[in-house]
């Protein structure tokens, strides 16, 4: 098994495998290539098309945008990203439709191995969701193995370290619920 199948299966890898150094090489060469198409424009969403593992119409993502494979990334329709967004992509990352984020939020779907002190270098994929109609503030984290429910609101700078109940408000360092959309 490849350092990229274990990557892609979920198990531990290593990522300073040269074929996986050269793909993130490879797509960070693309991204900025995609930083100079004209914004919002049809050549810049078919260039996004080739890049993620999808997207959806009417989704918009600002540059700069950083990625490290850019196949793990799954976007769903009128989905906006905002300037200066990373989102670390060794595990998958799904946000749904209507999915807003604020400039320079960071969602990492990637953890490595903390018991190995001198092997940082091994890391796991850990997928994150973020499901339909979520807004993310700018400068917010969202840290591996994630769920953000429905119609959630995340605070501007914070960062979400456990999973987030539907329609719900949070904030903070770590993130905690401030009140329910229900209401």
């Given at each position: ?7 892609l ?11 996986l150094?050269n ?7 693309l ?33 700069p ?22 989102f ?35 890391v796991?994929?850990?997928?994150v ?5 979520v807004w993310?503030?700018g ?45």
């Amino acid at each position: 098994m490849t350092e990229k199948d274990k990557l892609l299966s979920g198990h531990w890898s290593d990522s300073r495998d040269v074929e996986l150094v050269n793909e993130r090489n490879r797509t960070w060469l693309l991204i900025h290539k995609y930083s100079e198409l004209p914004p919002e424009s049809k050549e810049a969403f078919e260039f996004l098309k080739g890049l993620l593992g999808a997207v959806g119409n009417g989704t918009i993502i600002r540059p700069p945008f950083y990625v490290d494979y850019g196949y793990n990334i799954f976007i769903g329709k009128d989905c906006y990203i905002n300037y200066n967004c990373t989102f670390l992509d060794n595990g998958k990352i799904h946000l749904e439709d209507n999915v807003w984020i604020g400039p320079s939020a960071n969602i990492f779907a990637v953890d490595h191995d903390i018991y190995k002190p001198k092997k940082r270098y091994i890391v796991k994929g850990v997928d994150v969701l973020i499901k339909e109609d979520v807004w993310i503030g700018g400068g917010s984290i969202i840290m591996p193995g994630i769920t953000i429910g429905k119609g959630s609101i995340i605070g501007a700078g914070s960062v979400v370290t456990k999973d987030i109940e539907e329609y719900s408000i949070v904030a903070g360092n770590p993130a905690k619920k401030i009140r329910s959309l229900k209401d």
